[in-house]
């Protein structure tokens, strides 16, 4: 019977087709029509893995330490498409303190042969050069590397986009101005994005390609715009040149003005050939002081504008520009502020009142200290302005039914200004002159990017957004909620201001709102019924971050018809008080109200028991004091949500619970669908009354210290499809736990402690829903007992994310840190052991068997061996007395005039003969060994008579078989030996393949055929070769000869006598 003490509940995982580990440790998804993409971020590849398949059509390598890339390294993955080759080596700054220097060597001809390459990101690699690129690609990022002269062609005539950005600039310095050459555009006919942006680029590159769409040129060295600068680019619909002349009174990174903290200067015909196709420009950062006539006056298709962070505060106050903008939609003019100047009130230029197509305007950063109904009467005549952005701008004083005249107006920002709507308190001038001075030295570089409240984000989703309520709402929050209840309705954000109270004056000219933010503020005021009385519309209202007192059961009731959204979170200033009673009961008046926020406010004691509403779906309760009020010693809140009858939401994370009492759990409103008790200090839960929870879709404990599971069925109900167990210490999970979780499709159990998952074997059981498993960050035990579970995630079709990178072995020892999948099956513990047991069996009857025939047959079993051994090593040759005369054992007989035969005698043969083996041989050569000042007849003569063997090197020079001098003689001389003394001493080593057939060759061959040597071409059969020749040296070559050949000699002989 198998053990089973795994999850049951992968009995119930729904399979479907998932990301597999193919491509191991790489991450592979099999899409339409078999295509493959494969991920290999971050896994440390030192080299481009060797894969194999004609579907692989995308590859990420990012973020690893590849600093090389070979000819033949995707040669067998020649569909590729997209390839991903960035951040292996950082240049510079921009590396880690910790990583040595580095950079990334591509081979000349790496990509040229994948044909359908149209993708190629490089980006983060050292590169001084680009490589050389296939015909086929369209993409090609650069960024960050050390590429800033480009003077030769791409030759990728189908390239799209050209990605160079931050090549050269102060985190990633090159001393010196970008260059690229004019004919590389030239030979980019198709191209239609180019970024050059951190390039340390001085002037506006000359010829680009006709059919730019987009140009990139900011945080550059460019001071002048010419009015040839873009000429005949007539489809460029983007232009960014921002920061080419920095304004640096505020600036959060290194800064670079123009000489003499001049402008950017701008022809007034400088985008005359985009006067039918700009779509967008972004002159933000360029030290403007004013804006050239008809400067914009041309560019008929401008939506979009971005003049922030320049010192245009007295044109937006006087100037004509805007009259040339009657087509913007949106328009920066964010931190335009004039240095140590704070105007008394906002005036804007009249002919702002032109762009009759501006929906968005970002006025944040102009400081002034009062919004008056002149401030807002050049923006009436705007009929579609729906946005206005008036943040940190110091303004202490604001008309609010100024902004009634505006009628499409759907967001107003007034945050982080000085506003307190209290007829008895205004700013003091010392007091905005000090926070003038002191923005005007400090901002941070975030301040100057347009941050839109969520409610009012122009993605296209947002426009058909309807809180439609999901089947298992897990992942709310107020933030989503406030985009679908406010997008497209009147919504003022007062946030971060002075706001010391409230009262119904408070919101004069608020009467249409559907959303007010009014966190920040600090506001310490009990609420009595009274302070919203005007807002009759008001759906949404956020509170957060105040000092609110909810006493009294008319705190709100105003709203009773209408709020469905109410943000109290971090409002503890009086919970904490000592002493203090505080009451919810005004929660049962907000009939309407849906979604509540009481997190963060340490509630704990003196409250009231129940909390009470009809209406109520979603309430967030993290960040207070349960483990206080759920005491086992009382039971005086048992009961705190039980009133709650329409509930599905419930979060009370991080309420420092230690033990969750079964009590608390049946006394929850049963409509609950999901329940948070995630970041609590739980170590114990009623698992065996969850049934209680009928409608519970997701239950949520991670983050607790949770140790062990019951041992026992567990009902969880039909509903239950996500269970997060993870960042618990789980260290096993009992048998029959999961047994009856038949809807469950995802399950948490990453970062626990689990060690071991006994065999289970998976029924067939589909559907076609994503089914989710974490098991990442546990200590597995990688034995014989889970070498199921290494195969059942090798083949598993359920999503588990983190499977390749982070499912390791922490058992044992030998193992921690190592992957489960590169786990060798066969290497299993089962096997040692069964090996082991073979050993010692072998050992003991051996142990047992020798002595006894020792004993009895030792004599004959020592003789029987002594005959095999001579009959496989066979008898030492007795030589005569010339032979023991012998200086060498061979004398090497070779072209001196060839180098390459040289070279291979001195590295290769004297090498192997002499210095290696356990066979070493003293060789005779001419140019090492003859005795200087007798003649060479005489050396050679002493060479040969005073050697065992004559080793002839040849070689086929020119299709003929090259023999000098020496040779020839050296030839005769063997000749005479084996006349005279009957021994035949020659070895011939034929360095080339092919050679002419010599008649004595081929004799030879026949004869002796261990004395003919080829040197072979495979490597590997080198050895083979050496030793070859080892024993033609050491051996007698009649010895060798053919007996078949001797025999017809021997035979001739006898009839001729």
Known sequence: KLQRKFVLVLDHLCVVKMINPQFYPCDSNTVEN?????????????????????????????????????SDDFSNIPNLQHLSLMWNCLPGRLKALRLPSCKVTIDHNAFVNLTKLSSLHLAGNSLKTIPQLPQSLEVLGLEFNNIFRIEHPLKTPLLKQLLLAKNCYYANPCNESFFIDPQVFQDLPELRNLTLGFNNVTSVPTQLPRLLENLDLRENKITEIREDS??????????????????????AQPCFPCPNNASLGLHPSAFYDQRNSLIKLN???????????????????????????????????????????????????????????????????????????????????FFFHQLSDYSLKPLIKLPQLEYIDLRMNFMSSCNITSFGYLKALRMVVLSQNMLAFNPYYTASSTDVQYYSMAMSEYHRDEDLQIEETPAFRSEPWMKSLQCTEADCPKNYTLCYFQKCLCYGELFFDLSQNNIPWLNASTFRGMEEAACIDLSYNYMSQTLSGHQFYPLTKLVYLNMAHNRIDLYFNEAFQELRNTLKVLDLSSNEFHFLMRGIGHRFTFISNLTSLEV?????????????????????????????RLDIMWDTRGDQYIHFFQGLTSLTYLDISDNQLISFSPEALVNLPLSIRVL???????????????????????????????????????????????????????SAIPESFFSQATALKNLMLNHNQLKIIENLILP???????????????????????????EFLRASPLDIPHLTTDVRCGFPESQTGVNILSIDPRSCQEIFGSIAFLVTSLLTIAATAIPLLKHLYGWDLWYCFQILWAGHKGYTPLYGENMANNQHDAFVVFDTRNKAVRDWIYTEMVMNLENKGRWRFQLCLEERDWLPGLSCIENLHSAVCNSRKTVFVLTNHGGCASLNGIIRQAFLLVQQRLLDEKVDVAVLILLDAVFPKLKYLQMRKRLCRKSVLSWPKNPRAQPLFWNDLRIALASDNVKSYDKKVTESFLSYELSKS
């Open 596 to 624: 509540l926020s009481l997190a963060n406010n340490n509630i704990g004691i003196r409250i009231s028991n129940t909390l009470i509403s009809k209406s109520l779906k979603y309430l967030f309760f993290s960040g207070n």
């Open 676 to 730: 948070r008790l995630d970041s609590n200090l739980l170590n114990y839960f009623p698992w065996n009354n969850i049934s209680v929870l009928s409608d519970l879709c997701y239950l949520n404990l991670s983050g607790n210290y949770l140790s062990v599971l019951p041992d026992s069925i567990i009902y969880f109900g039909v509903k239950l499809t996500s269970l997060d167990l993870s960042h618990n210490r789980l």
């Open 764 to 790: 067939p059981h589909r559907r076609n829903i994503s089914c989710k498993l974490t098991l990442h960050a546990n200590p597995f035990i990688c034995s014989c007992t889970t070498a199921w579970f290494a």
């Open 34 to 70: 078999e295509d493959m993409h494969v991920d290999c971020k971050h896994r440390g590849f030192t080299s481009i893995p060797k894969f194999t398949s004609l579907f692989v059509i995308s590859l990420n390598l990012n973020e690893n330490l590849i600093h090389q890339v070979k």
């Open 283 to 365: 002159l933000r950062g360029n030290s403007l002081h004013s804006l050239p006539n008809n400067l914009f006056a041309q560019l008929n298709k401008l939506k979009i504008l971005d003049l922030s962070d320049n010192f245009l505060a007295f044109s937006i106050r006087n100037g004509t520009f805007f009259s040339e903008l009657q087509g913007v939609v949106s328009l920066n003019l964010l931190y335009n502020y004039q240095p140590q100047k704070t105007f008394q009130e906002l005036i804007l230029s009249p002919s702002i009142s032109k762009m009759i197509s501006l929906r968005k305007l970002y006025l944040s950063g």
């Open 230 to 251: 873009f000429a005949n680019l007539t489809k460029l619909h983007f232009l960014n040149l921002e920061c080419n002349c920095q304004r640096c009174d505020h600036a």
